[in-house]
């Protein structure tokens, strides 16, 4: 069931020619299947890894190295607030706290209904805005606890649907490289000779 | 919300000064391809492609463009350590800004993508680059769809892909995305990421993955600020670059003031010159420490970057400068600690974010960042010892062994010791977790001092329940 999907096997094809050697298209491909499950699955490692020929390890060895891939049930909203210095600075810690009490969890759990999981994170590239923190990886600045509270809330009523997509759907939009304008990907052993515009360089 | 004149780049502030990479950041619409073409998009392609790509990359060595990702290594000369005769040759943007207090690279994404695509074309023109892998730092959601959009936008219209405007030229750029990892920052670490692997820098030499890098072939890693330069360069020339900032620091480069200033911001300054002075104080810029407060300490270059206080407010953007004064520019992040600031729970947070951040490649940063960690966590929590403040120099000396940088102070009589540091890793992760806590206790000492108990006055060790978080 958590393998991919039929439509998502096209997608993945498409993202593994873009590139010279298969294994490239790991992250993408496991970014693919927790767009589709909302976490990484096993099932999902082993299609994953039946379609850039490498071993269901190798997949889960690259995989568990990034903070991104979560290997359990997550909530439909994961809310990452930072805690790095600008934003400690500014009073990461007290928004952390007043989090933790409004949603009746610690950091690093769901909410019981399954809706909210709420995270450490660090530095969000945010910094003249702190403190900050991230919905599914789009940002909100300068968060007070009221505005913390009416985000949950707005969340909670289904006002951001259109904004915020479903954990694990990093854009709304996909590249999309058309076929009559595509080189294709330049394999190192198929390869041997300068592009045909570099040639013409007076030596 | 943000306070930026522009909400669509939040926490960007234009001035009375010359823009280079932010020309367009006053558009609400500087993301699609119209707005571009409006603005003279895309002319600085076609007026690389009307010369040769050595005369192009002529142009580039000639304005002595500096990488923005932190090392400040000149862009042209970078291209040219690629070996002779060894094809295909790959460019891998590096659009992993994670650097703590660094917030630029993820503007000029989302505000301005076109701007960086037609960068990366130029790049591939003049170093005869094949195949272009654009890398995102994953939890950039807008950037992604934006650069995604302006990608499809470009191939459409016939910037990307086969013969690029009826001429020889051609080149794929592949969007990736990262999953969340800061040591893929390091250029041998995203073309290790890049190849589906964990992210963990590669052992040098081979020093640049220019002779030696993605799939083993010759690869150019720039910095998507770096890149977002070259439509300028191509298109009014290295004369008029050098024209703005200083001989050994042309152009502009976009800083990022985080931290306790009146008004936070990501600004374009002319390189070079400006100082800190004018970056913290200037009207033009962020107006000072916030309430009115005095200036305690300040971070010059991103987290990475030993500390500065008051004393070094003269200093000016060039990187040799801050280096004699014992830190450097890195990323062009400052961030400021006004006198209310809890010295020792700041440097916590950043000694936890490298021991959080270490890849676990190197013993010296996997095991004393970590302890560097435990020990800092410690003192703030108000159970350290004075030994403590010895072990986290021995576990230093162990990452950095000799001299470490550090600012000079006049209130303690102490010189400047410049940078860099040796180092006992494959990569700055390491360091970086010593670097903070290392400036604020040479610094600040008194801060520490109160904190911690003297052994010879200790009289129980509290037993902790669950962790010290």
């Excluded at chain 2, 159970?383 to 209130?411: K, N």
């Excluded at chain 2, 540091?421 to 001092?449: N, Q, R, W």
Aim: aromatic share 8%; charged share 20%; glycine share 10%.
């Amino acid at each position: 069931m958590s393998r991919l999907s039929d439509h998502n096997v096209i997608v993945a094809k498409e993202i593994i020619a873009r590139y010279p050697k298969k294994k490239s298209a790991l992250i993408p491909l496991v970014h693919l299947s927790q767009q589709q499950n909302g976490y990484v699955t096993d099932d999902a490692m082993r299609h994953v890894a039946e379609l850039i020929d490498v071993t269901p390890a190798e997949v889960y060895g690259t995989a568990s190295f990034y903070e991104m891939f979560r290997f359990e049930p997550t909530g439909k909203y994961l809310i990452n607030i930072c805690g790095t210095l600008s934003c400690q600075l500014m009073g990461a810690e007290s928004l952390m706290h007043h989090a933790e009490h409004a949603l009746g969890v610690r950091a690093g759990s769901t909410t019981p209904d399954g809706l909210i999981t709420l995270q450490h994170a660090e530095c969000q590239a945010a910094c003249t805005e702190a403190p900050t923190l991230q919905v599914n990886y789009r940002h909100r600045y300068r968060v007070t606890p009221e505005a913390f509270d009416d985000l949950v809330a707005d969340l909670r009523a289904g006002k951001l649907d259109g904004e915020i997509p479903p954990h694990g759907t990093l854009g709304r939009n996909r590249q999309h490289i058309p076929a009559d304008r595509t080189l294709g990907a330049f394999h190192p052993d198929d390869v041997t000779e300068g592009p045909a515009w570099i040639q013409v360089t007076p030596a | 919300m943000s306070n930026s004149p522009y909400p669509w780049a939040p926490g960007f502030y234009p001035g009375d000064r010359p823009q280079i990479v932010t020309s367009r950041f006053q558009y609400d619409d500087a993301h699609t391809l119209e707005r571009f073409h409006a603005t003279g998009g895309y002319e600085g392609l076609r007026a690389a492609l009307a010369k040769s790509p050595a005369e192009v990359s002529d142009e580039v060595k000639n304005s002595t463009l500096l990488g923005r990702g932190g090392a400040g290594f000149p862009a042209g000369t970078k291209w040219g350590f690629t070996p002779q005769g060894v094809w295909p040759r790959y460019l891998v943007v590096n659009g992993d800004e994670s650097e703590p207090g660094t917030y630029k690279d993820r503007l000029l994404m989302e505000c301005d993508p076109h701007q960086l695509i037609e960068g990366c074309l130029i790049a591939c023109y003049a170093a005869g680059l094949s195949q272009c892998f654009l890398y995102i730092r994953g939890e950039m959601a807008l950037a992604h769809e934006r650069v995604a959009a302006a990608l499809d936008e470009a191939y459409a219209a016939g910037y990307i892909g086969k013969n690029i405007l009826g001429t020889d030229f051609g080149v794929d750029i592949v969007l990736h995305t990262g999953a969340g990892a800061y040591v893929v920052g390091e250029e041998t670490a995203l073309i290790e990421s890049l190849e589906g692997e964990r992210g963990m820098p590669r052992l040098k030499p081979p020093y640049f993955p220019a002779a030696v890098g993605l799939y083993g072939q010759p690869t150019i890693v720039n910095n998507v600020e770096t890149l977002a330069n070259l439509p300028f360069i191509a298109k009014e020339g290295s004369a008029a670059y050098t024209a703005v900032g200083t001989a050994t620091s042309p152009g502009t480069r976009m800083i990022a003031v985080s931290g306790h200033v009146a008004r936070p911001g990501v600004y374009e300054i002319v390189n070079g010159s400006t100082t800190f002075r004018d970056l913290l104080y200037g009207d033009d810029f962020c107006q000072g420490i916030r309430d009115g407060n005095d200036l305690k300490a300040f971070v010059p270059g991103g987290g990475s970057a030993p500390w500065f206080t008051a004393d070094q407010l003269d200093i000016p953007f060039e990187g040799p400068q801050a280096g004699a004064a014992g830190s450097m520019l890195g990323s062009g992040a400052v961030m400021v600690m006004d006198s209310t600031t809890d010295i020792p729970a700041a440097a916590l947070s950043l000694v936890r974010f490298y021991a959080h951040e270490s890849c676990g490649k190197c013993v010296p940063c996997r095991e004393g960042g970590t302890w560097l960690y435990r020990l800092v966590q410690r003192i703030v929590d108000g159970h350290g010892t004075d030994a403590d403040l010895q072990t986290i120099l021995d576990v230093g000396q162990s990452i950095c062994p000799g001299d470490m940088p550090h600012a000079s102070s006049e209130r303690l009589g102490l010189d400047a010791v410049p940078f860099p540091y040796k180092m006992t890793t494959i990569c700055f992760v390491g360091p970086s977790a010593y670097v903070p806590i290392h400036s604020a206790m040479t610094l600040f000492p008194e801060d520490f001092d109160a904190l911690v108990t003297k052994r010879t006055e200790r009289r129980s060790i509290p037993v902790m329940a669950g962790g010290g978080e």
